[in-house]
């Protein structure tokens, strides 16, 4: 299987077995990907909620295959989004995980259903 990338709404569904995380399968997790900045944000907010920093670290790892830098030419296409996701307010993170899509040529998996309209060359699965 292909590589997949998962933005923290993602990411936070799986952790919390929100709605929607059931089509995660193991095995489209198993081939998953996701931004050092996604996993940052996930990371922030499962500390926010009480978790130790170790245990919030592990969590946020636990359900990914791959964890992917955030380079240089991932900030060249989060930063030349802005103009088709600023009427979403998507933020940073939701344009840094985009951009990891583009740049692997890879589906991304997301929580927020203000994605579906997005038309940027990458397919969007929302799961919810």
């Not at 940052?40 to 499962?46: D, M, Q, T, Y």
């Not at 955030?70 to 930063?79: C, D, L, M, S, V």
């Amino acid at each position: 299987m292909n590589s997949i990338v998962l933005d923290a709404s993602a990411l936070l569904a799986v952790l919390n077995g929100e709605a929607g995380a059931d089509k995660l399968t193991p095995q489209l997790l198993s081939a998953s990907t996701s931004s050092t900045v996604n996993l940052a944000e996930v990371h922030g907010k499962l500390v926010d909620r009480g978790l130790s920093l170790r245990d919030a670290w592990e969590a946020t790892l636990s359900p990914v295959g791959e964890v992917a830098p955030f380079t240089a030419e991932h900030a060249r296409i989060t930063g030349s989004l802005i103009a088709q996701t600023c009427a979403l307010g998507l933020s940073l993170g939701d344009r840094a995980c985009l951009a990891l899509g583009l740049a692997l040529k890879a589906p991304v998996y997301t929580a927020d259903r203000s994605w579906k309209n997005l038309k940027l060359g990458v397919r969007i699965h929302v799961i919810r």
